[in-house]
């Protein structure tokens, strides 16, 4: 569902933060961004959304509960079906994710379950536009983290993911800063 920001200015609280959830699991980040509405455009509300983020953040059950949002990439048949069947995708957008070896795959698979066994949470980053080997190559130079740099490099992460929903929702094609 693509809105106007006049549109989702007018929304009740609770659609709001149901529209909002899509964006990013966090319950406090929702509620407090529906609550700070409304915004004159949107530079205003992904602004707004970064300072909230900010605050929210210092508690780890909200980290936790927007990292709940994203499935876990743990197997190979779901890894190849991500990064095979992109046909329909422009070629710029999957960059050599057409080409992912089985073996990236696989390793990528096991990476996953390895961060989620030491950190207790999902390996969360930044997917657009990246290659299965480039995943697999941020998950395995951040893998050596301790669970503090991870929660906070994870955050990072999912205010980008959030940043380019935020715009989706509200239908602009711009990506993060």
């Keep these: 569902m693509s809105l106007t920001l006049a549109q989702f200015n007018d929304l009740s609280q609770e659609v709001a933060v149901t529209q909002l959830l899509g964006c990013c699991t966090s319950s406090a980040w929702a509620d407090k ?3 700070a509405r409304p915004f004159i455009d949107v ?4 602004a707004s959304s970064d300072a909230i983020w900010q605050e929210v953040q210092t508690d780890d059950a909200n980290l936790l509960e927007a990292f709940d949002g994203h499935p876990q990439i743990g197997n190979v048949a779901s890894l190849k079906e ?7 995708s422009a070629a710029h957008e999957q960059s050599g994710a057409n080409d992912a070896a089985d073996d990236v795959l696989e390793a990528l ?3 996953n379950q390895d961060y989620l066994d030491k950190f207790g949470f999902i390996f969360i980053v930044f997917a657009t536009g ?7 190559d941020l998950l395995l130079a ?5 669970r503090a740099t991870e929660l906070a490099n994870a955050a990072a992460e999912q205010n980008k993911i ?9 239908g602009n094609a711009s990506t993060t800063k």
């Design 142 to 146: 951040r893998l050596p983290d301790d």
């Design 82 to 88: 991500k990064y095979r069947n992109t046909q329909s």
């Design 109 to 111: 698979a096991k990476g």
């Design 33 to 35: 961004l529906a609550d």
């Design 43 to 46: 530079d205003a509300l992904l």
């Design 162 to 170: 959030t940043r380019l929903r935020l715009n989706k929702l509200l």
């Design 130 to 136: 990246k290659s299965a080997q480039q995943m697999l």
